[in-house]
């Protein structure tokens, strides 16, 4: 937990967009928690209780920050939520776990469900909380050209 606590905060110190920060938290921890699953799950250890509400409290505060800042530079719309936009981040986050965690096969599909899982939270997140949503949503697309 604390290796992937450094990794988090480098993220969110990378000089990117709040929505590319977002997408890269979420990816890393998608791959990280099934790493760590694994690990777990062959050693029978484990992190406490207690560790992991320190260390979930700690993304919680990563991640909220991001977010309270991108709002101070209206990126953000300034009534958008920031719990409501964390809970967002987590919901999504789960829903890729437990996709993964179900359907150990997706490998054998001819595309990766999970970027597309990705590209679908990005566009979602910045069409319900960006300031300027066709800003960053063409960005993206002109990046991808």
Request: proline share 3%; net charge negative; hydrophobic share 30%.
């Amino acid at each position: 937990m604390e290796i992937s606590s450094q990794d988090l905060q480098r993220i969110y110190a990378e000089d990117l967009d709040v929505f590319s920060k977002i997408c890269r938290d979420l990816a890393y921890c998608t791959s990280y928690r099934k790493i760590n699953r694994d690990t777990d799950h062959n050693t029978g250890e484990g992190p406490t209780l207690e560790e992991i509400a320190k260390y979930s409290r700690h993304l919680f505060s990563l991640r909220k920050t991001a977010l309270k800042t991108a709002q101070e530079q209206n990126i953000i719309r300034p009534d958008a939520n920031l719990n409501e936009m964390t809970s967002f981040i987590y919901l999504y986050y789960y829903g890729i776990q437990g996709f993964n965690h179900e359907n150990e096969l997706y490998h054998m599909l001819d595309f990766n469900p999970n970027e597309q899982a990705m590209e679908i939270f990005r566009e979602t997140f910045i069409a319900k909380y960006a300031m300027n949503p066709e800003k960053w949503l063409k960005k993206e697309t002109d990046r991808s050209k």
